[in-house]
Each structure stands twice: as structure tokens, then as C-alpha cells.
């Protein structure tokens, strides 16, 4: 069955950018119908959704992080990536990965807890 | 933007009773060209990534236990949990598109 993985530095300085990468298993991204997206989940707070991708490279952002995220895909590696850049401790919360079929988001990752600190 | 609100914000329910959650979208999400209503439920244990339960309002994602149900069309959705078990403690979302709604925690009374 199709697997995600989040992988990533934990801890992030101020003002620089977060970098995390999501590897599928068991499925091929290129095999469409999805949208591979990532969330994210404030410490004790509800569910944000950053932006998906779709493999052609077709993207979508929440328009309150737009001008600062990149989702990336690289359908050879079988995975796709987030960037968000000048971050802030306000940015500090656990990201997941997952796949988004239009109807519901039926896979995630673990999810990976990201801290913005000096 | 499309803001999604959930009523209550916490509940408790006692075993084996049933729990309805309320969810509404500030703007219709239901789609004309095949008449479906793109609106998912998620249950999120602590620790725990959400998962899936209902899609399109009223379908049950597979290996979802039948006494989760969801209803409603436009703007105006309902989870219904049937008869409330104990691994059913946890918060639940719903979902439109790129909004999630802010949760509701149902525990046991």
C-alpha cells in the first residue's frame, strides 16, 4: 500500500528557509488522479493546508503562505518537497505529508516536527 | 476564501450513545457539474496523524466502522457517531478543498 514519508532538519533558524521532502513507497506519484500535498498542525492547534502538487508540476497554495512556499515534485525520485522561506517561530509546527484524491485526503505521513529557533 | 466553522467545540457523550458534530462552510461547496459535495471528515488521535472517515459528505472511507456517518449538502454537514466508543475519544475535523474547520474534541462523559 502506498506510503508517505516527511524527512527534513527539525530545527530551523529564523529568516531561513525550511526544507522538507515527502518519499512515496508502494505507488508511483506519476500515476495521477492525486494531489500531493502538504499540512501543517501548530503545537495544540488545529489542521493548516500549506498547498498541493500535482505531477505535471500544476501547483496550489493557501493564499495566507503563498508568497513564501515552493512545492516542488521529482517524479524520478518519487518524491515531492516543501520550501518555505523566512520563517518565523509562528512556523514552528509538526508538517505532514499527504495525498489529496479530490475528495478527501485518504494517506499521510507521520508527520515531522519542525522548530524555528536560534 | 471559504471559511469553515464546527459546532461544539468539545463534547461528551456517554457510552454507546450517539455524538453529531456540526460543521458549516461560508460558501456552497457543492459542485453542479457532478452534483457532489466536496466535504471530508477526519478523526486525529493525539500523536497521531488524522484520518480519513467520510468523503463527498456522506461516503464512508473503506474500513471505516458503519456507526460514523456523515449528511448535509451545500453548506450545512453533519458527523453522526452512533453509538460512541471508547476509541472513538478524539478530535474531529471537517474539510473543504484547501479549509479545514477548527475541530471538535469528543470525549467520553
Known amino acids: 500500500q502506498v506510503q508517505l514519508q516527511e524527512s527534513g532538519p527539525g530545527l530551523v533558524k529564523p529568516s531561513q528557509t525550511l526544507s522538507l521532502t515527502c518519499t512515496v513507497s508502494?505507488?508511483?506519484?506519476?500515476?495521477?488522479?492525486?494531489?500531493w500535498s502538504w499540512i501543517r498542525q501548530h503545537p495544540g492547534k488545529g489542521l493548516e493546508w500549506i498547498g498541493y502538487?500535482?505531477?505535471?508540476?500544476?501547483?496550489y497554495y493557501n493564499p495566507s503562505l503563498k508568497s513564501r512556499v515552493t512545492i516542488s515534485v521529482d517524479t524520478s525520485k518519487n518524491q515531492f518537497s516543501l520550501k518555505l522561506s523566512s520563517v518565523t517561530a509562528a512556523d514552528t509546527a509538526v508538517y505532514y505529508c499527504a495525498r489529496d484524491r479530490r475528495g478527501g485526503i485518504d494517506i499521510w505521513g507521520q508527520g515531522t516536527m519542525v522548530t524555528v529557533s536560534s | 476564501d471559504i471559511v469553515m466553522t464546527q459546532s461544539p467545540d468539545s463534547l461528551a457523550v456517554s457510552l454507546g450513545e450517539r455524538a453529531t458534530i456540526n460543521c458549516k462552510s461560508s460558501?456552497?461547496?457543492?459542485?453542479?457539474?457532478?452534483?457532489?459535495?466536496?466535504l471530508a471528515w477526519y478523526q486525529q488521535k493525539p500523536g497521531q496523524p488524522p484520518k480519513l472517515l467520510i468523503y463527498?459528505?456522506?461516503t464512508r472511507e473503506s474500513g471505516v466502522p458503519d456507526r460514523f456517518s456523515g449528511s448535509g449538502s451545500g453548506t450545512d454537514f453533519t458527523l453522526t457517531i452512533s453509538s460512541l466508543q471508547a476509541e472513538d475519544v478524539a478530535v474531529y475535523y471537517c474539510q473543504q478543498s484547501g479549509t479545514f474547520g477548527p475541530g471538535t474534541k469528543v470525549d467520553i462523559k
Open positions: 460558501q456552497s461547496v457543492l459542485y453542479s457539474s457532478n452534483n457532489k459535495n466536496y
Open positions: 502538487i500535482y505531477y505535471s508540476g500544476s501547483t
Open positions: 508502494g505507488g508511483s506519484i506519476s500515476s495521477g488522479g492525486y494531489y
Open positions: 463527498w459528505a456522506s
